[in-house]
């Protein structure tokens, strides 16, 4: 990246000036791709050891609480499973499935943060394959994946989030899981303030004009969509899957770090983190390496 260029990113990030205004998907395509470009330098300095991604064979952390899907396994047996990432970022999750086993591909709007997850496989441990693409337009075929995953990834920065619902469906083979965390939706009630100050109730819930942010010619440059749990629930039932768990983690003990309006004192009280957990009905079609090792052993006996 030039020092010109460098120069251009760090006063988009440093004069934005924030509001509320609806935005279509291409608005939020444009200003998501743009801002996360400018971010990845600075994101990656604030939250790379956090999240694994200079970890040899990546890390999978679920959210700022800290949960990782070692510890949890929500999404069940992974070994052997071709499984999409959407908004991997630089992609410390994927790289980790694939250290566990899986075949995954990750997915994701920028090309900044991508780069930072080539820069990452360069250095060693497994390489997975990556993709620059929306979330709302997945460029696979249908029942492609066994497994779909999205930690803090595409969901809360798409326009039309029950359209990725239904292209997860369409891209999930029968029996496939798919679950992804968000921002827990009563967090939009308040300040995305750490501080005590983060602990008034200042927003509607149920207002769900997006938060933007502008750069000083007025184009959004940033934008997150709000969503309410029932909203959710609601597209994740009409794209035909079927809602599993709701996980709501708990801000633990051992944690002191904050991440934006992420921070112990907050985390005592209410959540931070929604994780959604759900699946394709249906069996299990004969796609992974495994179930192909099952049907062929089964055929010679």
Known sequence: MSEDHLVEENSLLATTTPGRVRLDSNDSRAASRR?????????????AEFLGVDSPNGEFVWCPEGLH?????????????????????????????ADHG???VGLDLSRGMLERGVAAMARGGPRVPLVQAGAEDLPFADASFDLACSA???????ADSARVMREVARVLRPGGRWVFSVNHPMRWIFLDDPTENGLVAT?????RTPYVEFDEAGSPVY???????????????????????????????????????????????FPGTAIFVTSKPGSP???TSEQR?????AAES
């Not at 801002?35 to 330098?41: F, I, P």
């Not at 803090?152 to 798409?158: A, D, I, L, R, S």
């Not at 090792?293 to 052993?297: D, E, I, M, R």
């Open 69 to 97: 899907e070692g510890d949890v396994g929500l999404l069940g047996e992974v070994a052997g499973r071709r499984i999409l990432e959407i908004g991997c970022g630089s992609a410390p999750c994927s790289r980790w499935l």
């Open 223 to 269: 934008v997150e969509h709000h969503r309410t749990v029932g909203d959710r629930v609601r597209e994740i039932v009409a794209a035909g899957l079927v809602v599993e768990d709701i996980v709501e983690p708990e801000w633990p003990e051992w944690l002191e770090r904050e991440w934006g309006q992420w921070s112990p004192l907050r985390g005592e009280i």
């Open 203 to 207: 927003f509607s819930y149920f207002d």
């Open 293 to 297: 090792g099952q049907a062929s052993g």
């Open 35 to 47: 801002w996360w470009d400018a971010d990845a330098g600075e994101y990656h300095r604030a939250h």
């Open 285 to 287: 079609v004969l796609g």
């Open 102 to 104: 899986a075949l995954p």
């Open 152 to 158: 803090f990834g595409g969901v809360p920065f798409v």
